[in-house]
């Protein structure tokens, strides 16, 4: 079974878990539109391709702000691994007009 970036990390910020309830719910949790991508639950293994994800306790921020950040990643580097050449990095994702700007972040999310 493919596990999700929050069942790696284990963040707890995704709907229902303990952390979620006291500080704030991932984007990439909540992010339906990828679902299903890398086998991942919402964007839970696409979670490059999401702006505002809270990795190491802190929003991340725009696409160009975090891709090297992402790229640097453990979990980042096990998907790719994992998926071979079926891999889709945040060029990838582009393409298929998949990537999302979450207007939750102007909200203080």
């Given at each position: 079974m493919k596990k999700n970036c929050w069942e790696i990390k284990q963040c707890g910020r995704v709907p229902g878990e303990l952390h979620a309830e006291n500080?704030?719910?991932?984007?990439?949790?909540i992010c339906r539109r990828l679902d299903g991508v890398h086998g991942g639950h919402n964007a839970g293994r696409a979670c490059w391709a999401v702006s505002g994800t809270l990795c190491s306790g802190k929003v991340q921020g725009t696409f160009a702000n975090k891709h090297k950040d992402c790229e640097q990643c453990e979990f980042f580097k096990q998907v790719k691994?994992?998926?071979?050449?079926?891999?889709?990095?945040i060029t990838a994702l582009l393409r298929k007009g998949i990537m999302l700007r979450h207007h939750w972040l102007s909200e203080g999310l």
């Amino acid at each position: 079974m493919k596990k999700n970036c929050w069942e790696i990390k284990q963040c707890g910020r995704v709907p229902g878990e303990l952390h979620a309830e006291n500080l704030r719910v991932c984007p990439a949790a909540i992010c339906r539109r990828l679902d299903g991508v890398h086998g991942g639950h919402n964007a839970g293994r696409a979670c490059w391709a999401v702006s505002g994800t809270l990795c190491s306790g802190k929003v991340q921020g725009t696409f160009a702000n975090k891709h090297k950040d992402c790229e640097q990643c453990e979990f980042f580097k096990q998907v790719k691994e994992e998926e071979g050449p079926q891999f889709q990095a945040i060029t990838a994702l582009l393409r298929k007009g998949i990537m999302l700007r979450h207007h939750w972040l102007s909200e203080g999310l």
